[in-house]
Nanobody
Framework: QVQLVESGGGLVQPGGSLKLSCAASGNILSIIRMAWYRQAPGKQRELVAAITSGGTTNYADAVQGRFIISRANAKNTVFLQMDSLVPDDTAIYYC???????????????WGQGTQVTVSS
């Protein structure tokens, strides 16, 4: 059973910073990609940032230059450093991993439960 556990969300003032973490656990064979998505009230879930096992990253235009995604491969963990936060960044942030396991030896997408980020004064 794969689990993705997020942490690091909370309330921050505009201009502030937060760092999200997501750790994947289970009988994992390989992780090809990890990513962060977010969903604001009344909006669709959208990609924020992604990183491949080789270290290639991509970002949504709205966060380019403010957010940095990184990964600790040995620990199956992904981070999202969020700086210069603005109220429009308020959303539930979800961790996503595309991985294979001993039980399911093919690439599948898995999701965390989400962590709330609120940017407000």
């Amino acid at each position: 059973q794969v689990q993705l556990v997020e942490s690091g969300g909370g309330l921050v003032q505009p201009g502030g910073s937060l760092k999200l973490s997501c750790a994947a656990s289970g009988n994992i064979l390989s992780i090809i990609r990890m990513a962060w998505y977010r969903q604001a009230p009344g909006k669709q879930r959208e990609l924020v940032a992604a990183i491949t096992s080789g270290g290639t990253t991509n970002y949504a235009d709205a966060v380019q230059g403010r957010f940095i995604i990184s990964r600790a491969n040995a620990k199956n963990t992904v981070f999202l450093q969020m700086d210069s936060l603005v109220p429009d960044d308020t959303a539930i942030y979800y961790c996503n991993a595309r991985l294979s396991t001993v039980e399911v030896p093919r690439w599948e997408n898995y999701w965390g439960q989400g962590t709330q980020v609120t940017v407000s004064s």
